[in-house]
């Protein structure tokens, strides 16, 4: 498990962010838990782009679903902070092999569109590939999102030929119909630095 601080890309720094990256610890799992629940589960009044309201019911996560992902081999949640340490979002890197699968992007609704999301999905590929030695990266969408597989696609992401219907097992909700279904992309990991 690794708690140390990112240091700040050439990327970051130029754009003059402000947000400090770093992995997650135990105690930030409450904020962690609120914040993907509210980016993939929102109330009607405050949804986001990233909404899965209409197609999934339930939560998206839960405590001890984040404290496990903590405790796993090669498995990362980063976190984008302001300076103060309050968390805008989130995103988990868990590498197998020579892949690292990216998931549970997260940005609170209220700072979606600001390009928050794009800047940790490149840190969460930074790390993939700096720390994991990962080749390759995967993640996973569900199919009917069409505006976040378009947002993937355009971040150079392309499908594999791999779907499957939606995993009631990973615990992330019951989707309203059993015609959803999950599309797996990937993308060549960025050449280390």
């Not at 976190?79 to 998931?103: M, R, Y």
């Not at 997260?106 to 840190?123: N, R």
């Not at 993937?152 to 791999?162: I, S, T, V």
Request: charge should be neutral; hydrophobic fraction near 40%.
């Amino acid at each position: 498990m690794n708690q140390a601080k990112l240091p700040l890309d050439a990327d970051t720094i130029h754009h003059g962010t402000g947000y400090v990256f770093r992995c997650a610890e135990d105690g930030d799992c409450l904020a962690i838990c609120a914040l993907v629940n509210a980016a993939y589960r929102p109330a009607e009044n405050v949804a986001g782009w990233t909404s899965e309201s209409a197609l999934v019911a339930g939560r998206r996560t839960s405590l001890p679903q984040l404290q496990a992902l903590l405790q796993r081999p090669r498995s990362t949640l980063l976190l984008a902070c302001t300076g103060s340490g309050q968390i805008l979002g989130c995103v988990h890197i868990e590498a197998e092999q020579q892949h690292a699968h990216i998931g549970m992007l997260a940005v609170w609704p209220q700072q979606q569109g600001s390009g928050l999301g794009k800047q940790l999905l490149h840190q969460a590929e930074q790390w993939a590939t700096r720390e994991f030695g990962a080749r390759l990266l995967l993640l996973a969408v569900i199919q009917q999102r069409s505006e976040l597989r378009d947002y993937y696609l355009r971040r150079g992401y392309q499908p594999n030929g791999r779907r499957y219907p939606y995993p009631l097992e990973a615990g992330a909700g019951v989707p309203f119909s059993d015609s959803l279904w999950v599309e797996e992309l990937h993308k060549a990991a960025p050449l280390r630095a």
